[in-house]
T-cell receptor, first 113, second 116 residues
Framework: AQSVTQPDIHITVSEGASLELRCNYS??????LFWYVQSPGQGLQLLLK??????LVQGIKGFEAEFKRSQSSFNLRKPSVHWSDAAEYFC???????????FGQGTELSVKP | ETGVTQTPRHLVMGMTNKKSLKCEQH?????MYWYKQSAKKPLELMFV???????ENNSVPSRFSPECPNSSHLFLHLHTLQPEDSALYLC???????????????FGPGTRLTVL
């Protein structure tokens, strides 16, 4: 079955520190992978996506993610976190049928001053 | 208006009320989705519409009734809800290419529903 796991429910980092949010997926073919961010009381905004090609993907707001097929992972990274990055982050994989997205449970990011 | 809009942004209703949530997408997409987001739970896909046809209903109770009159508009009609239905209801749209490829979804801001 297709699934997405985000092992960390909540992460706290200091402002200016680097960030890595983990995402593992289970999928039967080449996956389409996404990272979304949700600020409190808002909808989800797409940060970046991977369909094919270069396994290091650049996104908005200084985020990047690396697709590692051997590890079934698509971890999100940012070299220097800003206070405005505090939000919930969702990893998703495109399902085999019907255009659906399968979401992980989310990782809540807190940023210490 | 741009992107995906949802109205109302907040809704409080009693268990005997009937209300509707509205979603409109201004992106020219042909697929629309309803999701439920409860506290501490993953996003739950409720309904999928492709070209105005419902293609997915994830065992959603009949007190939730979707309607998609055209590719740009999606409604969620609510009646006799329960307190556990209180959640953020998110609408999304995408350009469906049939096989599920390139299924990037664009989300609205959501409707925060509270059922008393």
């Amino acid at each position: 079955a297709q699934s997405v796991t985000q092992p960390d429910i909540h992460i706290t980092v200091s402002e200016g520190a680097s960030l890595e949010l983990r995402c593992n997926y289970s999928y039967g073919a080449t996956p389409y992978l996404f990272w979304y961010v949700q600020s409190p009381g808002q909808g989800l905004q797409l940060l970046l996506k991977y369909f094919s090609g270069d396994t290091l993907v650049q996104g908005i707001k200084g985020f990047e993610a690396e697709f590692k097929r051997s590890q079934s992972s698509f971890n999100l990274r940012k070299p220097s976190v800003h206070w405005s990055d505090a939000a919930e982050y969702f990893c998703a994989v495109g399902a085999l049928e019907g255009g659906k997205l399968i979401f992980g449970q989310g990782t809540e990011l807190s940023v210490k001053p | 208006e741009t992107g995906v809009t949802q109205t109302p942004r907040h809704l409080v209703m009693g268990m005997t009320n009937k209300k509707s949530l509205k979603c409109e997408q201004h992106l020219g997409h042909n697929a629309m989705y309803w999701y439920k987001q409860s506290a501490k739970k993953p996003l739950e896909l409720m309904f999928v519409y492709n070209f105005k046809e419902q293609t997915e209903n994830n065992s959603v109770p009949s007190r939730f009734s979707p309607e998609c009159p055209n590719s740009s508009h999606l409604f969620l009609h609510l009646h006799t809800l329960q307190p556990e239905d209180s959640a953020l209801y998110l609408c999304a749209s995408s350009q469906s290419r049939g096989s599920g490829a390139l299924n990037e979804q664009f989300f609205g801001p959501g409707t925060r529903l509270t059922v008393l």
